[in-house]
């Protein structure tokens, strides 16, 4: 699965959106770009996922570039238990190759601020 | 999407002993997975639960310190065997249903603390 690069760490104020950036140059054809999030003392939640159109639905939107090597999840209003480590993930579909699991790296924390 | 139910949700453990974690899920599912989340890590895959098999294990992991169960498909169990301070981790299942191309369904995690 090819590899992301995330910023460690960034600040959003309540109620502006938060622009998470994730770069992954080596993507294959048929990795998707997927993002999850993990809110303190819970487990990883699935946020969205996409091939190569930009996607929405009602946690957020992706936009992942016309070469496919860096996307963007937009969380268009962030609020305070938005605050989360985010962690973007390149892989085959599940229904490719469900063997090769979630493979996580940094992520970004998100911290929204009042 | 799938409902999962991990159990304990927390314990402390005395070094030398060892504790089975359960994962219970609301529907049949395809995969079921293990992982730890070490304290301030991301998480790092410990094995692939197999039903009817043995589990699949990641580098680093061995069946001794972890044997992990799957007899159906909506549960699966991880032993930590012979627990030393360094176990000390959020343990989590997560499962994929098949043909779903969504994502994966995460447990709220065990959180184990050995002393």
């Known amino acids: 699965d090819a590899k992301t690069t995330q910023p460690p760490s960034m600040d959003c104020a309540e109620g502006r959106a938060a622009n998470l950036p994730c770069n992954h140059s080596?993507?294959?054809?048929?990795?998707?770009v997927y993002w999850y999030r993990q809110i303190h003392s819970q487990g990883p939640q699935y946020i969205i996922h996409g091939l190569k159109n930009n996607e929405t639905n009602e946690m957020a939107s992706l936009i992942i570039t016309e070469d496919r090597k860096s996307s963007t999840l937009i969380l268009p209003h962030a609020t305070l238990r938005d605050t989360a480590v985010y962690y973007c993930?390149?892989?085959?579909?599940?229904?490719?190759?469900?063997?090769?699991?979630?493979?996580f790296g940094g992520g970004t924390r998100l911290m929204v601020k009042p | 999407s799938a409902v999962i139910s991990q159990k304990p949700s927390r314990d402390i453990c005395q070094r030398g002993t060892s504790l089975t974690i359960q994962c219970q899920v609301d529907s049949q599912v395809t995969m079921m997975f293990w992982y730890r989340q070490q304290p301030g890590q991301s998480l790092t895959l410990i094995a692939t639960a197999n039903q009817g098999s043995e589990a699949t294990y990641e580098s680093g992991f061995v069946i001794d310190k972890f044997p992990i169960s799957r007899p159906n498909l909506t549960f699966s169990t991880l032993t930590v065997s012979n627990m030393s301070p360094e176990d000390s981790s959020i343990y989590l299942c997560?499962?994929?249903?098949?043909?779903?191309?969504?994502?994966?369904?995460f447990g709220s995690g065990t959180r184990l603390t050995v002393v």
């Open positions: 993930i390149v892989r085959v579909s599940p229904k490719t190759n469900a063997g090769n699991m979630l493979t």
């Open positions: 080596t993507i294959s054809g048929n990795e998707y």
């Open positions: 997560s499962v994929w249903e098949y043909p779903s191309n969504y994502g994966y369904t």
